[in-house]
């Protein structure tokens, strides 16, 4: 019926089992559908110069097929409407430019109070495990890109191998913390619509560890900015790594010990306010020489649950800074910031890039990541 629809009526439609959405001009509110009208007359309301609408066309379709939509689950076309349990709000889109989405309150009380429960006796059987996942998928993945997909795992973890008497583990504890407080200032998704006015950010960034010692080095591009065109700006930061970091992350081998830095050096920007500034709002291209880091960063979580927090401190101040990140593998050789997190500064700096200082972020668990994030 959808395809009929569109095709026949170029109607903006989509379903999900046998709910249908539709997306239209803000004119044709005004035909909606007349279910007191005589049947076989309602289609020729859009040859008597009356609005025509995608919800008439629709119920149109739908009698002359033989089956009508049901006339009590219609709901009257608005600038936001809920959907399947998430609102799509099109009030700023002439405003902002962007369509904003959250979930039903209805939806989020039943999810909260679910959690509350849960961390409040400190036990869930693997069944409840599956089911809440599933739930908090569906309220986070809209919402927030990738945050929350990373403490979710703590819950797959739990799903498969709960532990005797379904007790819940520090960690899986901590994961309902975070989801716990996270959904209770949960901001609105911005969609945007247009196009941005600006060419992306890239941002290399690069961590290295030899003898008990670790270096992380980043780099940013980022050309003229409107509406004033200033001129690029091109930044360039390496520090050391506390040797407490070093000392927490040894325990895991140098395999994952590196894993863990390149990750974090992909916050260092993100975190850092001479890189943080320019890249709020922006399209930001990172580009990353270890293929495991990026991979977490790409999916937003691990298996590995301490690897796991590193990319949720990644999404965290992603999502603060309003901008929507990709991925790019580029061989060591080839990454500028492999210099900059070896001593080779100056060799950059000789490329005509702005030394500027960076900080280290330290390591947070799920909870302290979002309260020092603020989101």
């Known amino acids: 019926m959808c395809l009929v629809a569109q095709n026949l009526f170029a109607v903006c439609i989509t379903h999900f089992f046998d709910d249908y959405d539709t997306c239209e001009p803000q004119f044709t509110i005004a035909s909606g559908l007349d279910h007191t009208r005589p ?17 008439a066309a629709l119920a149109d379709v739908h009698e002359l097929m033989g089956f009508e939509v049901s006339a009590p689950k219609h709901v009257r076309a608005a600038e936001s409407n809920s959907f399947v349990g998430m609102v799509t709000d099109m009030s700023r889109i002439m405003a902002d430019g962007v369509v904003l989405m959250r979930p039903t309150a209805d939806h989020m009380l039943k999810v909260g109070a679910a959690v509350a429960k849960h961390i409040s006796s400190g036990r869930m ?9 599933g739930k908090l998928m569906f309220i986070l993945s809209p919402n927030f890109s990738r945050v929350g997909r990373a403490p979710l795992q703590a819950l797959v973890h739990h799903q498969y191998h709960p532990a005797a008497g379904s007790r819940l583990d520090p960690i899986a504890m901590d994961s309902l913390a ?88 992909a916050v260092v ?26 991979l977490a960063l790409i999916k937003g979580g691990s298996r590995d649950a301490r690897l796991a927090q590193r990319v949720n401190q990644f999404w965290l101040a992603a999502s603060k800074l309003g901008i929507r990140p990709f991925f790019i593998y580029v061989p060591s050789e080839q990454n500028l910031a492999d210099l900059s997190s070896r001593d080779g500064i100056a060799a950059v700096v000789a490329m005509g890039f702005e030394e500027v200082p960076c900080t280290v972020p330290e390591l947070r668990s799920w909870s302290a990541a979002l309260l020092h994030t603020g989101l």
Do not use: Y
């Open 125 to 133: 059987s693997g069944a409840e495990a599956g089911l809440l996942h």
């Open 39 to 55: 049947k076989r007359r309602r289609l020729w309301r859009t040859l008597e110069g009356r609005p025509a609408s995608g919800q």
């Open 269 to 294: 920007p993100l975190e850092s306010p001479c890189f943080s500034e320019e890249l709020r709002g922006c399209t930001v291209i990172f580009c990353i020489d270890n293929k495991g880091a990026m």
């Open 178 to 265: 975070f989801v716990r407080d996270l959904l209770s200032g949960l901001p609105d998704a911005r969609i945007p619509l247009a196009p941005p006015r600006q060419a992306p950010v890239v941002v290399l960034t690069d961590a290295s560890w030899s003898q008990g010692s670790g270096e992380i080095g980043a780099i940013m591009v980022a050309g003229p900015r409107p509406p004033t065109q200033g001129p690029a700006i091109r930044r360039i930061a390496a520090a050391d790594v506390p040797e407490g970091i070093i000392r927490a992350l040894s325990a895991f081998g140098s395999d994952h010990l590196i894993k863990h830095l390149e990750v974090l050096a």
